[in-house]
């Protein structure tokens, strides 16, 4: 049997999100080229890793919400390290996935509302 030191595993555990945050980075680039150009890929990777911590501290579990979180991130960098989002999202009496679709709920809200009134 192999065995490591956990050094070792945090190294690995590590490397595995580098290359996770990388992959989804690259994922949403495809669609998004023109941040491709500017800020550039390695900004958008710290971006979502940032993000990707982020999430992590506040005890999201569920892949597509980090992912969510991730994309968010990329076109609006630390909107959750904002105090008050980070507030939100751990509040007592939801998990942090059931905060985060209540907030893609209300923003799909408004830029339907703000897509009516440009109309």
């Avoid at 960098?77 to 509040?91: C, D, H």
């Amino acid at each position: 049997m192999l065995k490591i030191t956990e050094e070792q595993f945090q190294k690995l555990q590590a490397r595995d999100a580098d290359n996770f945050v990388a992959a989804v980075a690259d994922e949403f680039l495809v669609d998004r080229p023109d941040l491709q150009a500017q800020p550039g890929r390695s900004e958008i990777i710290a971006r979502m890793r940032a993000a990707y911590d982020n999430g992590l501290t506040l005890s999201f579990t569920e892949t597509p919400s980090l992912i969510y979180m991730m994309y968010m991130s990329a076109d609006y960098p630390g909107i959750f390290e904002q105090p008050g989002t980070q507030q939100y999202l751990s509040k007592p009496g939801a998990t942090p996935e059931q905060r985060l679709n209540d907030m893609k709920d209300v923003l799909r809200y408004f830029a339907r509302t703000s897509q009516q009134e440009e109309e």
